[in-house]
């Protein structure tokens, strides 16, 4: 057996930290030569896209139904509201066959609502025809007539005010004044005598 002395051993030292960062780094080699580089691999083949049926025309949407718009907003005819229950009740005890009821209630609305019909389809447009050439011509005497004097009297009753009030100051108020002057000197006294005449004549 070879015994190997001290002063041939050498002293190595290992960095822990080398090796750490070692593995973080990557090591950049030079490329191959071009006669030992790989050649690019060669594209596969592309599947066939399969071919699109037509676009089939799309349906419209259909247009939803809206609610029915109110005809009376304000509600001026709330008291035309008139259901069956308001004019037909039949109490508990006196009590009518069910399809008899049944009828009855059906020929109230059926007989009520095409009546109405009838009658708007015969009047409506006539009344309307009126209410509109009636109001077109109070709407017509309001603006032409009624407003224009009654902006030209606001205008005018001033003047004519003062007017009055000058005409009043120089003649009626002096001569008021001169008459109740007048007057105020009058005087009226009656003696117990008088006064017992009177009082007998008074009496017979």
């Known amino acids: 057996m070879m015994m190997v002395s001290d002063d041939c051993l050498v002293e190595c030292r290992i960095d822990d930290s080398d090796e750490d960062n070692g593995g973080d780094e990557q090591i950049n080699t030079p490329p191959p030569p071009p006669e030992f580089a790989s050649k690019a691999p060669t ?27 109110s005809r009376d907003p304000y509600g001026i005819n709330q008291h035309l509201k008139v259901e069956v229950s308001d004019v037909l ?3 508990a005890t006196p009590r009518s066959l069910d399809q008899v009821w049944l009828y009855s209630v059906a020929g109230f609305d059926r007989t009520r609502i095409w009546t109405y019909r009838c009658l708007s389809l015969l009047f409506a447009v006539p009344f309307a025809l009126l209410c509109g050439i009636f109001l077109a011509i109070l709407a017509c005497l309001h603006v032409w007539f009624v407003v224009p004097c ?19 100051n120089i003649f009626i108020t002096p001569f008021c004044t001169s008459f109740a002057l007048c007057c105020s000197q009058i005087a009226i006294s009656l003696s117990n005598k008088d006064w017992h005449q009177m009082r007998e004549k008074e009496a017979v």
């Open 43 to 69: 594209p596969s083949p592309k599947p066939p896209t399969p071919s699109t049926a037509p676009a089939t025309p799309t349906p419209t949407p259909t247009p939803t139904p809206t609610h029915p718009v």
């Open 150 to 168: 009654i902006q030209l009297s606001n205008t005018f009753l001033p003047c004519l005010r003062s007017l009055c009030i000058c005409a009043v």
């Open 89 to 91: 009740a039949e109490p």
